[in-house]
């Protein structure tokens, strides 16, 4: 191993992560050959391959893997002297990645990194939403939020929130169908929820146990489509309370007698947070959601 230079990994750490030589140049303030250049001087340094392209873009080999985690500790501990340098109240940087459930991640998460940023004008903050499930361990992602429990000594697991579910109407489609008394009277209505045979996330797949066992007429993958029928006044649909607690068009529908409680968990790669920005987002997130607990439906137990 000859002419290593420690800054090298920190290049390597940026084509990962975005998976394209131009976008870890522009993260890094340099020109894409420059980028390419580093790698190679640094895979010749090594003597081994350490990426390799594929059609998702660039990704680390076996040998990548490996060194890795000795470039996040080059990160984290670069990151750490820059906050001696500077002093304690400095300016975070860098770009922080966070995947969520669509419809969390369209409502409460944004709230919470909004305020970060404003706080640190030089983060930037990349926020990934879908309705399944994330693979933090990829790298893909700094922080993720899932619905699903991860178990890995490698990761960093909390509780970021519980949140209810309950049926949800316009006072305009209730008052122009039959009245809803009862759980039964629900199989005389229109129903939204998820097209069952896409529900990647088993903790969601609860129409049935929960509302009533009938077929939802109006089906949609995205939580925010399922909220568009029911805005639209096209039936009755089984929402979270974040997706509605700040909406007056809304009515609920049998309160008392069907409703959800789902649980939400905060994961990080434990080696992650040694970086101030990703240990500031997980801060930030977690006292934004404990902040509106009531309106999640919660404070009540």
């Known amino acids: 191993m000859v002419d290593l230079h420690a800054d090298d990994l920190i290049y390597l750490l940026e084509v990962v992560r975005t998976g394209r030589l131009v976008d870890a140049a522009r993260r890094l303030g340099v020109e894409h050959t420059t980028v390419s250049r580093r790698i190679a001087a640094l895979e010749k340094s090594v003597g081994r391959r350490l990426v390799h392209r594929t059609p998702r873009g660039w990704r680390l080999t076996d040998d990548g893997e490996d060194l890795l985690q000795h470039a996040e500790a080059v990160e984290s501990a670069l990151h750490a002297v820059e906050r001696v340098g500077v002093g304690a109240r400095s300016s975070l940087g860098g770009t922080v990645r966070i995947a969520a459930p669509d419809g969390i991640g369209s409502t409460v998460v944004p709230d919470a990194l909004v305020g970060l940023q404003l706080a640190h004008p030089q983060l930037e903050v990349e926020l990934t939403t879908a ?124 309160p008392g007698l069907v409703s959800a409680r789902r649980t939400m968990w905060l994961v990080v790669r434990s080696d992650s947070l040694g970086l101030a920005r990703v240990a500031a987002t997980v801060d930030a997130l977690l006292a934004h959601v404990a902040a509106i607990q009531d309106r999640l439906g919660m404070t009540a137990g």
Do not use: C, K
Not at 135 to 156: G, K, N, P, Q
Not at 182 to 201: F, K, T
Not at 202 to 215: C, G, Q
């Open 131 to 254: 309705t399944r499930r994330f693979d933090i361990m990829s790298r893909d992602y700094d922080v993720a939020i899932t619905m699903e429990r991860a178990r890995s000594r490698r990761l960093v697991v909390r509780h970021f929130t519980d949140y209810r579910m309950g049926l949800y109407a316009t006072a305009q489609y209730l008052a122009t169908h039959p009245p809803v008394h009862r759980r039964e009277d629900l199989a005389g209505h229109a129903l939204i929820w998820y097209v069952e045979s896409l529900l990647e996330v088993a903790e969601l797949d609860i129409f049935e146990s929960h509302v009533v066992p009938a077929r939802p007429v109006l089906r949609s993958s995205n939580v925010l489509a399922q909220l568009r029928f029911v805005t639209s006044h096209g039936g009755i649909g089984f929402l979270p309370r974040f997706l509605v607690m700040n909406r007056t068009d809304l009515v609920p529908v049998l």
